[in-house]
Every structure is written in structure tokens, then in C-alpha cells.
T-cell receptor, first 114, second 112 residues
Framework: ETGVTQSPTHLIKTRGQQVTLRCSSQ?????VSWYQQALGQGPQFIFQ???????GRGNFPPRFSGLQFPNYSSELNVNALELDDSALYLC?????????????FGEGSRLTVL | QQQVKQSPQSLIVQKGGISIINCAYE??????FPWYQQFPGKGPALLIA?????SEKKEGRFTISFNKSAKQFSLHIMDSQPGDSATYFC???????????FGGGTRVLVKP
């Protein structure tokens, strides 16, 4: 069973640029969520995708967008990067219907915005 | 708005001691209250979870105590080991939307 994998692991961008982060869900899972974890803080929910559609969104502006593909992999896109976007971005997958609070997280993509 | 508040931010415990982490939540419409463990360079991983109609759940050395009327819950780590040194997050889970709301985290250091 393959776990959640994310790429790239680290990247550096400058303010105003755009970034795309990628995630492969755990085998058998059909939902994917993205979380932002600032240094020393708990993860914050960005959005969730199910059946290739956004199925819930946290308090993040529209410049944060995503995609889910038929194979359940996903992308997080952030436009017009700001310094405060520097964080660890976590992807998590789960199976709809197994609502016990367990999401399976990847190791994250560490984004630094200069 | 912060719906889950966690304390302390950090704690140091001797090997064999008890670690206690507390959380409080502000919304009653949550379905599960999980605790996640995160090691440096890794993503969070589920440790233990409890439903709001249960007052206590124990798995090995880890116990959740849940007080629905006070909207509080806590994690007890018994016989703490150096390998337990990690950051622990309480969370509240809403099945509709499959969404976790995390607390701010507690960094636990277990000294040998």
C-alpha cells in the first residue's frame, strides 16, 4: 500500500510568482485535502476535493486553487505569492464514508517566499 | 477564528512520567476528536480519536478524556518514552466536508 506522496519537498519562490504543488493520494482513497502549516502552528484547512470538485474551503483567498484528477492525485496552485504564504503545505487523503477523523498526510512541501 | 485551543505550547517530562495536554473547542457540531502526532520532517499521523458520546478512550499508553459539557478534552501519555518526543495536535473533525480543525500544537520532550 503506497502512502500519500508530495512533490516537491522544498522550493523557494519570490513574491508575486506562482507555484504548483503536487500530491498522490494513498491507494484506494477518493478524497484529497490540502492544509497549510505555518512554522510552530497547527495545520489550517485550505480545501478538499472529491469527485474532481471542490467540496469545502477554509478561510483562504481565491488565489489558492486546486485540482483533483481522475486517478485521485491533486494539485495546489497559489498565484501572486505573498511572504506570508511561506509554510509547509500538507496533502491528506481519505475515503469518503469512513468519517472517523483519520486523514492520511504526506510529508509536505516546504515553500519559502522571498 | 480559532475553534480549538490547546495548552501547553510545550512540556518537558522525565522518562516514565505522565504527559498531559489539554484542549477546548468552541463549536458543538463536531463528530470526532482525534489527536495527531507529528515528528520533525513528517506529516501528522493519527494517534487516537474519540467520539463525543464517549467520556474516555484508552489505547496502550495513550488515553483521551472527554468532557462534553465543558467542551474540553485531554490526552494523557503514560510511562512517557524518549520516542514519544514529538509535537501533538488535538483536532476536531466534521464529517460533512471531511474537515479537521487543529489546535496550535504541544511540543513534548521526554528526557531519558
Amino acid at each position: 500500500e503506497t502512502g500519500v506522496t508530495q512533490s516537491p519537498t522544498h522550493l523557494i519562490k519570490t513574491r508575486g510568482q506562482q507555484v504548483t504543488l503536487r500530491c498522490s493520494s494513498q491507494s484506494g482513497h477518493n478524497t484529497v485535502s490540502w492544509y497549510q502549516q505555518a512554522l510552530g502552528q497547527g495545520p489550517q484547512f485550505i480545501f478538499q476535493y472529491y469527485r474532481e470538485e471542490e467540496n469545502g474551503r477554509g478561510n483562504f483567498p481565491p488565489r489558492f486553487s486546486g485540482l483533483q484528477f481522475p486517478n485521485y492525485s491533486s494539485e495546489l496552485n497559489v498565484n501572486a505569492l505573498e511572504l506570508d504564504d511561506s509554510a509547509l503545505y500538507l496533502c491528506a487523503s481519505s475515503l469518503v464514508g469512513e468519517n472517523t477523523g483519520e486523514l492520511f498526510f504526506g510529508e509536505g512541501s516546504r515553500l519559502t517566499v522571498l | 477564528q480559532q475553534q480549538v485551543k490547546q495548552s501547553p505550547q510545550s512540556l518537558i517530562v522525565q522518562k516514565g512520567g505522565i504527559s498531559i495536554i489539554n484542549c477546548a473547542y468552541e463549536n458543538t457540531a463536531f463528530d470526532y476528536f482525534p489527536w495527531y502526532q507529528q515528528f520533525p520532517g513528517k506529516g501528522p499521523a493519527l494517534l487516537i480519536a474519540i467520539r463525543p458520546d464517549v467520556s474516555e478512550k484508552k489505547e496502550g499508553r495513550f488515553t483521551i478524556s472527554f468532557n462534553k459539557s465543558a467542551k474540553q478534552f485531554s490526552l494523557h501519555i503514560m510511562d512517557s518514552q524518549p520516542g514519544d518526543s514529538a509535537t501533538y495536535f488535538c483536532a476536531a473533525f466534521k464529517a460533512a466536508g471531511n474537515k479537521l480543525t487543529f489546535g496550535g500544537g504541544t511540543r513534548v520532550l521526554v528526557k531519558p
